[in-house]
């Protein structure tokens, strides 16, 4: 009998997955409150396929393979990334393989909450048309289908929705889906996990966005936002830290009470990109006002910001921008950053008022839509037959993936390092992978940038590129 419990008891150890710890927003901050340190985010943003790949029909969706999964996980853990960004997400899908292969290694997911398709996305034309109970469906089976995973860090419920055309109704919208969102997680989610709001960075708009989105209402507790990303791509090429228009941001979020970070950065207009900007980002002037970023984008695609090209099991290459990110990240100082000031965890929220709101042409009212009928009776009782992910044992740790450099060397003996519990991945710490010559290497395996040799555009058509890409992706 002695020997049964003993049996019993290994085996149950042995089904123990270990998991990262979640991370919660105090005051300025993330925080691991385990360890009670800062958590700083070195972070990618992640959509195989682009726009054009999320397609809810084939049944698939960027964490719905677990080959797939496993082979970016361990180059993203070899590249110190603690944290990817997806926008297209399928809810009804089972994604707990990867899931657990990304938890294992230590990176932890921001999720948006809508997609491109018709009726899961808030139309910023006419926010009241598409602000529907089956919106709220989409919104809530998000919650259900990533609440029990600890690396889910959080969402965004939108992404570039507000502009300089659509200041007047649409910020209020905003703020009833994160109210919704929050008050969902508070009844049915375990923990608090954090919603918040990815923004473009268009200065006309974006200080009073931040205020807006961020501010505390008595009305209406529960809609402000716990975090506010920016999307920004003004450091081109070898840039500096007041030319590209960093110390106007630092000037615009001194004093948050949210943290702030990089929803996407990146420029491409010079290539390859160099990213000199991840030391500013994680130096001493900008650490007090934000949290990091995520660097647009892992694959490449049409608009050619990848870092790796995806060629199926043969043929997938690190690309220059992959190797210049690396350096880049491997400079950092992650125990330095991760210390921790008291006094940005406590800082308060302003109150919602008119005089925070600066453009004329900005909703200066904090009157919070009501909730389409049957929302109320989904947040008391949940969704019908919600959808449930779990963490499930890595079994597999190396990529059946020929992975090329940009030499055109194979990477040999790439593996995911499984970390232990409470671990978040730091650059420098978990590679693996040795070029070597492949006498069977395809054709064109040698790799440069793609894109290289193409003349470059002005960065205005750069930006305006990435915002309608990426824009496509969340708000149509």
Known sequence: MKQFAFLASL?????TVAAVTPVEVEGSQFVNTKTNTRFQMVGV?????????YKPESGKDPLSSADDCLRDAILLQRLGVNTVRIYNVDPSLNHDECVSIFNAAGIYLLLDVSTPIYGEYLNRAEPGSSYTKEFLQRL?????????????????????IINEDA???????????QRDLKEYIAKHASRKIPVG?????????????????????????????DFFGINSYSWCGDSSYTKSGYDKLVEI???????????????????????????????????KAMCGGLIYEYSQEDNEYGLVKLGGKDNTTLLVDYDNLLGQFKKLDIKKLQS??????????????????TSSNFLKKFDIPKRPAGGNDMIKNGIK??????????????????????EGKLLSNLELKLLQNDQANVPGENTSGTPTDDPNAPKGSKASHSGAGMKLVNSHFTYLLAGMTILGLVVA
């Open 11 to 15: 085996c149950g150890l042995l089904s």
């Open 45 to 53: 943003d992640y959509q195989p396929g682009g726009s054009s790949g």
């Open 140 to 160: 809530f089976s998000m919650v259900e289908a990533f609440k029990d995973y600890p690396n889910l860090l959080g969402f965004f419920g939108g992404n570039e």
């Open 167 to 177: 200041a007047k109704d649409v910020p209020a919208y905003i703020r009833a889906i």
């Open 197 to 225: 709001y990815s923004a473009a960075d268009v200065r006309d708009v974006l200080k009073d966005s931040w205020n807006y989105v961020t501010c505390e209402s008595s009305e209406s507790p529960s809609s402000n936002a």
């Open 253 to 287: 979020f001194s004093k948050t009470s949210v943290p702030v970070f990089f929803s996407e950065y990146g420029c491409n207009e010079v290539k390859p990109r160099i990213f000199t900007e991840v030391q500013a980002v994680y130096g001493p002037e900008m650490t």
């Open 340 to 357: 921790l000031d008291p006094s940005t965890t406590s800082i308060k929220p302003p109150s919602c008022k008119s005089s925070l709101i």
């Open 385 to 406: 037959n919600p959808p449930k992910g779990k963490l499930v044992q890595v079994k597999n740790t190396k990529t059946d993936t020929k992975v090329y450099t940009k």
